[in-house]
């Protein structure tokens, strides 16, 4: 989901923001199977299968019969995010923001982490790439400002991409952004989007990327009183913009996945597309939404097709 606070820079800089975790996706890509043959780590390929809805029985050439793990088959997945939906929607329901605040932060906090520690672990010592995987974990928990929040938000979404799209095929993962982009649509359609960013805003923990009008509000702090109504107001009203966490996860898993099966110049392609598509998701937004939330998947998901239809 994108929500447009001004017309222009908004939008220059969600493109950035994606251009530059495409870019980092490449490199951290690139890194895996040179740092798993070297530490002598066994990770699945992805399945033979051009799509694999659930997990079954496949028999190789060879005559050996494997399993198609649940990780690598859409039907699990999509059952895995929607019960995430379900359970985080109860939650925020039922349960007072005051008394989840800590756990979000602390939630968000270990996520932050584990994507700092996924990309240094391929070029750095362990002990190191704890040290400061730490380190940025507790900087996010304690300082929360606009420039940190957006660094290790692209650093999460990266190191999503690059883990699990290495395991679902390139139809799979196509497939998977056509029914979350359904979803999205829906989702801001029916208001459900807003309320749930609504709430995670109130926590400071807001899985979006906040995208400042002004050069120095890239310093202010997450907990200052302003962030926890900024999906409620205006869009002349804020000096933010927002653009979703999942925008740029789900794009950046199919990269990975057709990296992995087809390579770097398919991959590129299918990124450049995805690209398209949420310059397009702009430029919907500007002509004929004027700067109101706008699903950014949609459009993302229609062109990525494009690209793996070309490709694959």
């Known amino acids: 989901m994108i929500r447009k606070r001004t017309r222009f820079k908004p939008a220059y800089w969600g493109i950035l923001i994606f251009i530059v975790a495409e870019i980092l996706t490449f490199c951290v890509i690139s890194r895996e199977n040179v740092f798993l043959e070297a530490k002598q780590i066994y990770v699945p390929s992805q399945p033979s299968q051009a799509i694999s809805l659930w997990p079954q029985p496949v028999i190789s050439d060879s005559g050996v019969i494997t399993q198609t793990p649940a990780y690598s088959s859409l039907g699990p997945i999509l059952i895995y995010f929607f019960a995430v939906v379900i359970v985080l929607s109860t939650v925020l329901f039922l349960i007072p923001i005051s008394a989840l605040k800590l756990v979000f932060r602390v939630l968000f906090a270990f996520l932050f982490c584990w994507g700092i520690f996924i990309i240094l672990v391929l070029w750095l010592p ?44 390139p139809w799979t993962s196509i497939i998977l952004l056509l029914s979350l982009a359904i979803y999205d649509l829906l989702a801001v359609r029916f208001g459900y989007m807003l309320w749930m960013m609504k709430k995670l805003g109130e926590s400071s923990t807001l899985p979006a990327f906040i995208i400042p009008r002004r050069a120095s509000e890239w310093r202010s702090s997450l907990r200052q009183s302003g962030f926890t109504k900024l999906v409620e107001e205006e869009p002349s009203d804020s000096k933010y913009s927002i653009l979703g966490g999942g925008d740029i996860a789900f794009p950046l898993v199919l990269t990975s996945s057709v990296y992995f099966a087809r390579g770097f110049n398919s991959a590129l392609l299918v990124a450049m597309f995805s690209l398209l598509g949420l310059v397009g998701a702009y430029w919907i937004q500007a002509t004929f939404f004027k700067g109101k939330p706008v699903p950014a998947l949609p459009p993302i998901a229609v062109l990525s097709l494009i690209g793996v239809l070309i490709v694959v």
């Open 126 to 169: 362990l002990a190191v790439t704890i040290i400061i995987s730490v380190a940025v974990g507790f900087s996010w928990f304690f300082v929360s400002r606009v420039w940190l929040h957006n660094f290790v938000m692209i650093v999460a979404m990266v190191s999503l991409g690059a883990v699990f799209g290495r395991f679902i095929s």
